[in-house]
């Protein structure tokens, strides 16, 4: 029997065009090299196969190291059968679990399993762990610049000087307690109402949101929230997490140059889960606060509700549905308004 094949003499990476001769021993004899018109006797060599494992090509070692490398499959499982008293012909783990359906099914749903664990639990609980570990360095010159987004998307603040002085006189006393994360209170125009905090301390109130405060409450309800961002650092957290996610994603699909919809939605949808999570964290460090001053809960709700009413007027005539709701990072009103019910 002639098995076709590539040969390989050990000593060099050039590849033969063989032919493995078996005889009606069922031994190797020899390998003839097509090209060359030569014949290698095997006679007296000691080979071990290669385990199959899908439609990988097969590889024959011999003693010397030389290498004869073939993908006919049922010819050297046919060689195998006439050595399947010698432990080094068996097949290799791999292949009985990828020919086995029942440890296939078993297999998948570890995996599954695992990877729910990893996304849900240990991927946040690996974030949140660096966040709080991470050198107040760290956090000032990497994951924050109010320089970046002043270039890229704010523009300076259009308010009064007299209301900005105003607004800091009457959140100093609240952020006085906070030195060790080092709050300034920074105002911006250049984005619709929104209040954000940067993991450096930076808090920023756009133009747009202080014009549609109503009352101090309100303002210092908008703080609390932002400082519950800060002091819990979701900012941080959240930035380990994308890149974490990111990272698993990539390793999964094996995609790096073609990173579409398809594989970043999963991505896309986890981070803004984590994202409402962290929302509902900072409202209930909010209310928290909020109660220990024995400022009204109502004042957040107020707060609240005037954003939602400024972002429904900024959207009227244009189309909205339950996507809009789902794709949001914060969570809907009626969900605040529940939450401070419940507090």
Do not use: K, S, Y
């Given at each position: 029997m002639l098995i076709e094949g590539t040969y390989l003499d050990g000593k060099t990476s050039k590849r033969h065009n063989a032919r493995l001769e078996v005889n009606n021993d069922h031994k190797i004899t020899a390998i003839h090299l097509t090209e060359q018109q030569t014949i290698l006797s095997f006679k007296h060599q000691f080979y071990v196969v290669e385990s199959r494992l899908g439609n990988t090509p097969r590889e024959i070692i011999f003693d010397d190291e030389q290498l004869f490398v073939c993908d006919n499959h049922d010819e050297i499982d046919k060689l195998i059968t006439w050595y399947t008293n010698s432990p080094s012909h068996k097949h290799s783990w791999l292949y009985n679990l990828e020919n086995n359906s029942k440890l296939i099914y078993i297999s998948t749903i570890a995996i599954v399993i695992l990877l729910y664990g990893i996304v849900v639990h240990g991927i946040p609980s690996t974030a949140k762990l660096m966040?709080?570990?991470?050198?107040y360095f760290t956090s000032t010159k990497i994951f924050s610049s109010l320089d970046i987004l002043d270039e890229t998307v704010f523009e300076p603040s259009t308010l009064p000087v007299k209301r900005q002085q105003d607004i800091r006189a009457l959140v100093a006393p609240y952020l006085s307690s906070y030195q060790s994360l080092q709050p300034r209170l920074e105002f911006r125009s250049g984005m619709k109402a929104n209040a954000l905090a940067l993991p450096n301390g930076v808090i920023v109130f756009t133009d747009?949101?202080?014009?549609?405060?109503?009352?101090?409450?309100?303002?210092?309800a908008v703080l609390f929230h932002e400082l519950g961002h800060l002091t819990q650092k979701h900012m941080t957290q959240r930035m380990i997490q994308d890149a974490m996610l990111t990272i698993m994603v990539v390793f999964i699909t094996g995609d790096v140059e073609t990173f579409d919809l398809v594989t970043g939605l999963p991505t896309l949808l986890l981070d803004l889960t984590y994202s409402r999570e962290f929302e509902t964290q900072a409202d209930t460090y909010a209310l928290t606060l909020l109660n220990k001053h024995d400022i009204p809960l109502q004042s957040f709700v107020d707060a609240m509700q005037n954003l939602e009413n400024y972002y429904l007027k900024e959207n009227e005539g244009k189309a909205h549905s339950a996507m809009n709701d789902f794709f949001s990072t914060h969570p809907k009103i009626s969900e605040r308004i529940l939450l401070v019910e419940q507090f």
């Open positions: 966040a709080h570990n991470v050198p747009d949101f202080i014009n549609l405060i109503q009352t101090d409450d309100e303002i210092i």
